[in-house]
Nanobody, 121 residues
Framework: QVQLVESGGGLVQAGGSLRLTCVAS????????MGWYRQAPGKERELVAA???????KYAESVKGRFTISGDFANNTGYLQMNSLKSEDTAVYYC???????????????WGRGTQVTVSS
């Protein structure tokens, strides 16, 4: 069974930085895409950033120039470097990935349980 585990969240002052890590484990044949979503209290979950195995990236407008997504697909790991954090970045951050399990017929989307990021102003 494939699992995604996030780490690196925490409490940081506005203007500070955090680096989130997502590690995928299990019977993985290939990862096509890794991404980060976030959900703040009372708000819908939103895409923060995503990266493909060919290094194409996509960012939410609100994080462009501050956040950088990267992936070490050979080691089933993704990262989200977050700089110049603002109070509005406070949310639970979720890792997601499109993974081809060994023996499967297609890619399947998996989610981690999330890590809390709190930015104090």
């Amino acid at each position: 069974q494939v699992q995604l585990v996030e780490s690196g969240g925490g409490l940081v002052q506005a203007g500070g930085s955090l680096r989130l890590t997502c590690v995928a484990s299990g019977s993985i044949a290939n990862i096509e895409t890794m991404g980060w979503y976030r959900q703040a209290p009372g708000k819908e979950r939103e895409l923060v950033a995503a990266i493909t195995d060919s290094d194409r990236t996509k960012y939410a407008e609100s994080v462009k120039g501050r956040f950088t997504i990267s992936g070490d697909f050979a080691n089933n790991t993704g990262y989200l470097q977050m700089n110049s954090l603002k109070s509005e970045d406070t949310a639970v951050y979720y890792c997601t990935a499109d993974i081809w399990e060994r023996g499967a017929l297609y890619f399947e989307n998996f989610w981690g349980r999330g890590t809390q990021v709190t930015v104090s102003s």
